[in-house]
Each structure stands twice: as C-alpha cells, then as structure tokens.
C-alpha cells in the first residue's frame, strides 16, 4: 500500500468508537447487576446477571476486535508517514495487546509511537493517552480488588471501579478521533495533486 493510496479508516473509527461506548455501558449495567444479585438475590436472579453478562460479553469483544482492526491500520498509515517510527511489524501492534501482563503498559507505547508517526511535525502530546491508559489499569485494578476485597459488593469500589471505565471509555474515543484525524491530514498532504489539463504539454 502507497501513501497516495492509503486513506484513514474513518469508517472503522466510527464503528469502534461506538462499540466502546456499548461495552462500557454493557459493563456498567453488568456491574450493576452483580452488586443488586449478591446483595439482594430474591429481587435479581443469577439468570438475569447471565443474560447481561452475555450482552456484556458480545460487547466487550466487538468493541476489542474493531479496535485491533482499526489499530492495525493505523499503524500501517503511520508508517507510510514516518517510516521507522513505529516499531515492529503489524502483527506485534495486535499481539502486544492480547498478551496477559505486557498488555498493561506495552500497548500505550505503541499508541505514543501511532500518534507521533501521524503528526511528525508536530509536538509530542502524550497526555491523552497516559491519563486514557491510567484509567483503563486502575479500572481493572480496581475490579480485581472489588471482587478480592469487597466480593463485588462494596458500593465504593464498584463507583470507583466503573468511574474509571466510563472516563477510559471517553478517552478512547478520543484518542482514536485524534489518530484518525492526524492520518487523515498527513495522508493527504502526500497525495500528490493532478496537474490541470494541458499543463505539462505548455511551453
């Protein structure tokens, strides 16, 4: 694929932005649920937290197979862009994320280095993604410990916990808004531009 050929994937943009915000409000409601089960299981059955957890469930995993797809050419762009600014190849930009452990800090590397590649003029702004990447760790950190700690039925940690998920979820959609944009705009100031009719034959 060529620079002049390449175009920014708007379309899956938008389809991923809007399966982020499905998962994250699937994840609410499925929170919510579990609390009301376990604290008041005669009014919530565990039929009723299983049919959300599904929607859940579908949710969460368009939402994570969009966005690989739409990461996966944006990193194709950003390196017709700014060749040897991303590093790696397309598949490690996908692998990375599905790795247990590396997949907490690996992934907003390789982010940084998409959104320094799409903009190489420009100056390095990485606050959208740390604090996008912050409130995605601390929402499944704080998860984990609300069903350590709590057994999914401290109120605190469940406001907390999908505080954080809703704010991970608004940043996304901004940070695959703001990559979308920069590549779109360095794609097409390297679209060479038709010369009129005639032109190249005047004397």
Sequence with gaps: ?????????WFLARCTQFAVAAAA?????????????LLHPATTTASDFGRVSMVFVNAM????????VWFARCWRCAGLLSPGVVRGSVAWAVVAWLIPVMNLWAPRGLVLDVQRASDPGGADENVLVNVWWAAWVGHAALSLAAMILGGGTSLPLLVASEGLNLLAAVLAIAVIQRITARLAAGLRSMTPVP???GLSHAS
């Design 195 to 197: 010369a009129p009719a």
């Design 25 to 37: 409000g699937g994840d609410l409601v499925r929170a919510l649920t579990l609390h009301a089960h």
């Design 61 to 68: 995993t368009a939402a994570a197979v969009l966005f690989l």
């Design 1 to 9: 694929m060529t620079a002049s050929a390449a175009q920014a994937p």
